[in-house]
């Protein structure tokens, strides 16, 4: 069974960074297209940021040049990287990933378990 394992969160003052983490678990044939969701209390679940296995990414637009997504494929690891934080990014963050575990596979949707981001003063 794949897993995904997240790390980084924390809590930052406004305007500091973190780095968050997904580590897939190995012996997994491909992974396509990996991402960050995060949902704050009161709010239905937001699309982050996403990268394709070709290195193109996606955000939404409230975190452009605040955000960078990346990928070691080597790793099965997925980052995002995120400086001038503010209050507002303030959200429990979900990695996921599509996966084909074996070559027989179909493509499934994996997910982290969520680390907790507060940016507070």
């Known amino acids: 069974q794949v897993q995904l394992v997240e790390s980084g969160g924390g809590l930052v003052q406004p305007g500091g960074s973190l780095r968050l983490s997904c580590a897939a678990s190995?012996?997994?044939?491909?992974?396509?297209?990996m991402g960050w969701y995060r949902q704050a209390p009161g709010h239905e679940r937001e699309l982050v940021a996403t990268?394709?296995?070709?290195?193109?990414?996606n955000y939404v637009r409230s975190v452009k040049g605040r955000f960078t997504i990346s990928r070691d494929s080597a790793k099965n690891t997925v980052y995002l990287q995120m400086n001038s934080l503010k209050a507002e990014d303030t959200a429990v963050y979900y990695c996921y990933a599509n996966i084909r575990i074996t070559i027989d596979d179909r493509i499934y949707t994996y997910w982290g378990q969520g680390t907790q981001v507060t940016v507070s003063s």
């Open positions: 990268i394709t296995r070709g290195g193109d990414t």
């Open positions: 190995e012996n997994i044939f491909n992974i396509y297209t």
